[in-house]
T-cell receptor, first 116, second 117 residues
Framework: AQSVTQLGSHVSVSEGALVLLRCNYSSSVPPYLFWYVQYPNQGLQLLLKYTLAATLVKGINGFEAEFKKSETSFHLTKPSAHMSDAAEYFCAVRKNSGGSNYKLTFGKGTLLTVNP | ETGVTQTPRHLVMGMTNKKSLKCEQHLGHNAMYWYKQSAKKPLELMFVYNFKEQTENNSVPSRFSPECPNSSHLFLHLHTLQPEDSALYLC????????????????FGPGTRLTVL
C-alpha cells in the first residue's frame, strides 16, 4: 500500500522568496510520484512527475522536485515565488506496475500563500 | 473543447432532488474516473470505468449512481443526498488503467461544486 504525508497544511512566503513544499511517501514498491496544483475553482493540473528516471524532475512554472529514496521524500521547490503561484498543491503516489497501478493516493494538500 | 470538461460547474440541490453531473473528455482516452474532494481530506476515488465497464466502486453509497455510455462521457446521477455529500466532484481520464509508464496518467476536469441543503 502507498501513502503520502504533506507536512504543513499552509505555507506562506513572500514574493521572490524560496518555495519549499514537503512530501514524504510510503510505498512497498518503487513508486511514481506526482505534484499537482489546484487554483481556486479549478481542477488539478499536473506540475511534474517522477517515473523512476532522473531523480531531479523539472516541471511547469519553474517548479522542480527531487526524489530522495533514502529520505522517502519528494519535496517541491521553486527558487522565487510569484503571486500567481498562490494555490493548493497536492502530492500523490502510485505504483509503477502491477494490478491497480492506476490508483493515485493523494496527500491532504498544502495551501501556498504568496505575500507581496 | 479540449481536455476534460464538466457540467454544471456549480450545483445546489435539496436532499430530495435528483440531479446528474456530466463529464466529457476530448483526449481519446479509454478510462474515466470520479473523485470526491472534501475540505481538509485527501481526494477520494469513487468510481473507475475502463472501456465503458466499471472496474472499481470504492464502497460508494448507492445514492451515487455512475453511468458511462461511451469512453468519452461519464455521468454521476445523484438522488436523496445528504449534506455531508457537499464537495467538489472531479472527473479525470487516462489512456487506460493497465500497463506501466505514462499510460495511466490522469487528466482532471475543473470539477462540479455540489452543495446539498
Amino acid at each position: 500500500a502507498q501513502s503520502v504525508t504533506q507536512l504543513g497544511s499552509h505555507v506562506s512566503v513572500s514574493e521572490g522568496a524560496l518555495v519549499l513544499l514537503r512530501c514524504n511517501y510510503s510505498s512497498s514498491v518503487p513508486p511514481y510520484l506526482f505534484w499537482y496544483v489546484q487554483y481556486p475553482n479549478q481542477g488539478l493540473q499536473l506540475l511534474l512527475k517522477y517515473t523512476l528516471a532522473a531523480t531531479l524532475v523539472k516541471g511547469i512554472n519553474g517548479f522542480e522536485a527531487e526524489f530522495k529514496k533514502s529520505e522517502t521524500s519528494f519535496h517541491l521547490t521553486k527558487p522565487s515565488a510569484h503571486m500567481s503561484d498562490a494555490a493548493e498543491y497536492f502530492c500523490a503516489v502510485r505504483k509503477n506496475s502491477g494490478g491497480s497501478n492506476y490508483k493515485l493516493t493523494f496527500g491532504k494538500g498544502t495551501l501556498l500563500t504568496v505575500n507581496p | 473543447e479540449t481536455g476534460v470538461t464538466q457540467t454544471p460547474r456549480h450545483l445546489v440541490m435539496g436532499m430530495t432532488n435528483k440531479k446528474s453531473l456530466k463529464c466529457e473528455q476530448h483526449l481519446g482516452h479509454n478510462a474515466m474516473y470520479w473523485y470526491k474532494q472534501s475540505a481538509k481530506k485527501p481526494l477520494e476515488l469513487m468510481f473507475v470505468y475502463n472501456f465503458k465497464e466499471q472496474t472499481e466502486n470504492n464502497s460508494v453509497p448507492s445514492r451515487f449512481s455512475p453511468e458511462c455510455p461511451n469512453s468519452s462521457h461519464l455521468f454521476l446521477h445523484l438522488h436523496t443526498l445528504q449534506p455531508e455529500d457537499s464537495a467538489l466532484y472531479l472527473c479525470a481520464s487516462s489512456q487506460g488503467t493497465g500497463g506501466a509508464g505514462g499510460y495511466n496518467e490522469q487528466f482532471f476536469g475543473p470539477g462540479t461544486r455540489l452543495t446539498v441543503l
